[in-house]
T-cell receptor
Framework: DSGVTQTPKHLITATGQRVTLRCSPR?????VYWYQQSLDQGLQFLIQ???????AKGNILERFSAQQFPDLHSELNLSSLELGDSALYFC????????????FGPGTRLLVL | AQKVTQAQTEISVVEKEDVTLDCVYE???????LFWYKQPPSGELVFLIR??????QNEISGRYSWNFQKSTSSFNFTITASQVVDSAVYFC????????????FGAGTQVVVTP
């Protein structure tokens, strides 16, 4: 158990819908990262937050947004969902940022029908 | 451009054989960090090892060992005396100092260990 929690574990929804994925980092970790794992793209970095502020952005679509709250949990919002958004979404956390080990949550498996 | 290359798509071994996974990375930074993660069939990503660019000392941790060579930009990982529970996808990842914490993953190598 990494100490990072993600909810829900599975999500099935329809195209055009909006979903919210939630992540709670390990106790004491200030940085939260979101990654997407799909068959065609592999593991891709989406976005990083540090202590409530956005720090780095990767290949995140404009339809996707995230935030980190004062209690350090984070939410990833996916809107206008398309079939291609079906993937495993991971959240990870680390104490600060650069170079540290990131501990991953169990992931949320999203299926868009 | 792909910064981390794992050329081996799948490796199949019989239990107790050694398995070496190759990883080649590309970066212009002088400070960077390399990682290996394991993804078993259950799906979670499990951290295995971390190395920074200033420490080329190769180490052994239990049945795991790694060979970091800056001259060839390689960070290979070996499982000694493999077990069925080692069956998983193994990912090599790079974190560059100027990219905050972003991990760039290779495509992964599927390891299948049969009894």
């Amino acid at each position: 158990d990494s100490g990072v929690t993600q909810t829900p574990k599975h999500l099935i929804t329809a195209t055009g819908q909006r979903v919210t994925l939630r992540c709670s980092p390990r106790s004491g970790d200030l940085s939260v990262y979101w990654y997407q794992q799909s068959l065609d793209q592999g593991l891709q970095f989406l976005i990083q937050y540090y202590n409530g502020e956005e720090r780095a952005k990767g290949n995140i679509l404009e339809r996707f947004s995230a935030q980190q709250f004062p209690d350090l949990h984070s939410e990833l919002n996916l809107s206008s969902l398309e079939l291609g958004d079906s993937a495993l979404y991971f959240c990870a956390s680390s104490e600060q940022g650069v170079g540290e080990t990131q501990y991953f949550g169990p992931g949320t498996r999203l299926l868009v029908l | 451009a792909q910064k981390v290359t794992q050329a081996q798509t799948e490796i199949s071994v019989v239990e107790k054989e050694d398995v070496t996974l190759d990883c080649v990375y590309e970066t212009r930074d002088t400070t960077y960090y390399l990682f290996w993660y394991k993804q078993p069939p259950s799906g979670e990503l499990v951290f295995l090892i971390r190395r920074n660019s200033f420490d080329e000392q190769n180490e052994i941790s239990g049945r795991y060992s790694w060979n970091f060579q800056k001259s060839t930009s390689s960070f290979n990982f070996t499982i000694t005396a493999s077990q069925v529970v080692d069956s998983a996808v193994y990912f090599c990842a790079l974190s560059e100092a100027d990219s905050w914490g972003k991990l760039q993953f290779g495509a992964g190598t599927q390891v299948v260990v049969t009894p």
